[in-house]
């Protein structure tokens, strides 16, 4: 019998449990409809409670009570530099218990570790409070707006209402009361930061039909350069005859949202630095800096945002007008509302709970809102020292470790309205992070990703020894919903992100309208790194990714990089995106079918020893000259030594797509290929199909 028979054979045997043991992968993650469909099936959130109990109650307790009961508790954690008295001055391993129905306001930075046997625990007690138990990053305002502004740059003063702050929030919300008929998740609307054009998304199979493009014209039509109006560095340039016809001050500093190609496109902020009045021209930093370090091209979308000149949409905007570490907010509600009848809530803390350098905890049963962000959207985010270093402050997130880590549960918490939700990274040299587990939550509307563990080498660094390792990871059962909304300088905001644990396991969770990738893992290490990775072994199953890749191209709902082994099996990926309005555009003119479209159900990118089974994937069309044609059910760069068996491809313009056809080495059984294009199937299933 050949090997790779035998291979396929044990991986069945094994896990039809002919063995007689029982697998964490023999268990069932999420509900399995009859149609062969996914559902989200969370475990019920269980309030557990050490032998020792403190309570904590933000809008009602004292830092001097004794904190032991409910009818006792105190303000503030002990971990929050807030905190006072008894409340600061607690030590030892105690169960936090923070009051339902409650917003908590401050930062928590852990100071002390758990046992195995007895967790740190932050929690919520069902009985303790009516609703949710709510950390936020938030700033409520309920009052105090005048009406009128005094910036001359903003087009109808009186529609304006304003208010002073000591902070500069980069995010705003109106918040609904809660007797309002709205539902829970609709009574939060996100205020736009000011921008021009005014625009929605009015077509969710394409989240950027009403941004401006570049029309470029003549030749060369891509990679053009400026210079910038203030010393002599050199900047990518757009040119837009359309709508770029008004005076210089409407587009200097402004901060422009660029798409860039060929491939990826995420768009990214960049500070607008010139301007060309003859060529309809602005100027602005590239993707990584240097002015092409991406391609700006005919028919790539932008818009811009962040002047006060943009503040006029009847919709809602706003624009915060900074002065030292504070400044004036200047707002518009929907509908005209006057805002001190209103409840706002503006984004004032970025991290709100950091657990770097600690072990043993456990949070659960919490809700996490309304954190800020960095002030300059536009900051790359590394320095070239000594040695390479990020810059924290730009990676917030709700439960952030920066650093080492050891057993770490995040268990039936919900996160909505914030930045990233889970942040895990061990940048240092020497960190170690291991036993994480991230079950049962709930994610919407990200800014940024929704759960990110990472070890701690980047791009570029190819030595051992420059930063530290991830061991053991699990996310299980977790439902996420439009995460990545508005991405960071570098690197696209993945609904679960995943680099280089040593072992991990991604199971019955449900990625919803992700807008880059929904599942992206890295396995062994970074491309060009030399260090030895002898053991790696990564789990993907039971997950339903749908309608993602929203404004990104080239990844896959659920995609695998570098080194296996990788079993992927019994999931679920619906209607990749990845439209590109740019090659869409090119295909339509040249009549040359292109593909509008470069998003995959599956994506192998460099990946070895990877097993496909039992997956489904379908497209909403098969035409490669439309906009909704599905590029492909499996994508392959320079893959080789991978498996495809039992899986069911419908409705895509390819059924497999390589890069590298002298890679390969590949095995594919017992696979259907259902309403694949007829211009071309794919090498691989094509064979089979034979």
Request: charged share 20%; with cysteine; aromatic share 12%.
């Amino acid at each position: 019998m050949k090997m790779w028979l035998r291979v396929v054979l044990a991986i069945l045997c094994i896990l039809s449990g002919a063995n007689g043991r029982q697998y964490s992968w023999q268990e069932t993650y999420a509900k399995i409809l009859p149609t062969g469909d996914i559902k989200w099936s969370p475990q019920p959130f269980q309030f557990v409670k050490s032998d020792s109990v403190r309570y904590i109650d933000y809008e009602n307790g004292n830092d001097s009570n004794k904190g032991l009961t409910g009818e006792t508790p105190w303000k503030h954690h002990p971990w929050d530099r807030q905190a006072l008295a008894n409340a600061k001055s607690c030590k030892g391993i105690h169960t936090y218990v923070f009051k339902r129905g409650v917003y908590y306001r401050g930062t928590i930075n852990a100071l002390e570790s758990g046992t195995t046997a007895n967790p740190i625990r932050l929690t919520s007690d069902p009985s303790w409070g009516a609703g949710r138990a709510i950390v936020s990053g938030g700033y409520r305002i309920t009052g105090g707006w005048k009406r009128g502004a005094e910036n001359k740059d903003i087009p109808d003063p009186k529609k304006v209402w304003c208010i002073d702050l000591d902070f500069a929030p980069r995010t705003v919300y109106l918040v609904k009361p809660s007797g309002s008929s709205a539902s829970e998740h609709d009574r939060i609307t996100r205020i736009p930061l000011a921008r021009m054009p005014n625009w929605n998304v009015s077509d969710p199979e394409d989240v950027k039909s009403e941004w401006w493009y570049w029309d470029n014209p003549g030749h060369p039509y891509f990679n053009m350069t400026m210079k910038a109006e203030r010393g002599n560095k050199t900047l990518a340039m757009g040119k837009d005859t359309v709508h770029i016809t008004g005076p210089k001050e409407l587009y200097m500093g402004a901060i422009l949202w660029a798409e860039f190609g060929w491939v990826d496109g995420t768009p990214y902020p960049s500070y607008v630095q010139g301007f060309d009045a003859e060529k309809h021209a602005l100027g602005f930093e590239g993707y990584l800096g240097s002015p092409t370090s991406r391609i700006i091209s005919r028919n790539f979308r932008y818009y811009l945002e962040d002047k006060p000149h943009y503040l006029d949409d009847s919709d809602g905007e706003y624009w915060f007008e900074k002065n030292g570490n504070g400044g004036r907010l200047h707002i518009i509600l929907p509908n005209g509302q006057n805002p001190n009848t209103a409840v706002i809530e503006v984004g004032k803390e970025a991290t709100l709970i950091d657990l770097t350098d600690q072990s043993h905890i456990v949070v659960s049963g919490l809700t996490f809102r309304f954190a800020n962000v960095s002030w300059d959207l536009t900051e790359i985010p590394w320095r070239y020292s000594r040695q390479f270093r990020l810059k924290p402050h730009i990676y917030p997130a709700s439960i952030r470790v920066w650093g080492p880590a050891d057993d770490i549960t995040v268990a039936n918490c919900t996160f909505e309205h914030i930045n990233s939700a889970v942040l895990i990274k061990a940048v240092n040299p020497g960190d170690r992070i291991d036993n994480i587990v991230v079950r049962d939550c709930e994610f919407r509307e990200t800014d940024h990703a929704g759960v990110t563990i990472e070890e701690g080498l980047l791009w570029g660094d190819t030595l051992p020894g420059r930063a530290g390792h991830l061991f053991d990871v699990k996310i299980l059962r977790n439902y996420l919903y439009r995460t990545g909304l508005r991405s960071q300088r570098v690197g696209a905001a993945n609904a679960i992100n995943v680099d280089n644990a040593e072992t991990l396991e991604i199971a019955g969770n449900v990625v919803d309208r992700a807008w880059h990738a929904g599942i992206n893992v890295r396995g062994s290490k970074i491309s060009g790194n030399v260090r030895d990775c002898p053991l790696t072994r990564i789990l993907i199953y039971q997950n339903k990714v749908t309608d993602s890749i929203r404004t990104g191209d080239d990844c896959g709902n659920i995609e695998t990089w570098q080194g296996g082994s990788a079993y992927v099996f019994n999931n679920v990926s619906g209607n990749p995106g990845g439209f590109r309005y740019g090659h869409w555009m090119s295909d339509k003119t040249s009549k040359t079918p292109g593909g509008a479209r470069f998003g995959m159900a599956y994506y192998l990118d460099g990946g070895f020893k990877n097993y496909y089974f039992n997956n489904i994937g379908w497209g909403l069309s098969n035409d490669i000259m439309s906009p909704h044609g599905a590029t492909t059910m499996f994508q392959e760069i320079i893959s080789y030594q991978n498996m495809f068996f039992n899986n069911t491809a419908y409705n895509f313009v390819k059924g497999t797509r390589r890069q590298a056809p002298q890679a390969g080495r590949n095995k594919f059984m017992g696979n259907i290929w259902d309403s694949i294009s007829d211009w071309e199937i794919g090498r691989a299933s094509c064979r089979e199909r034979v």
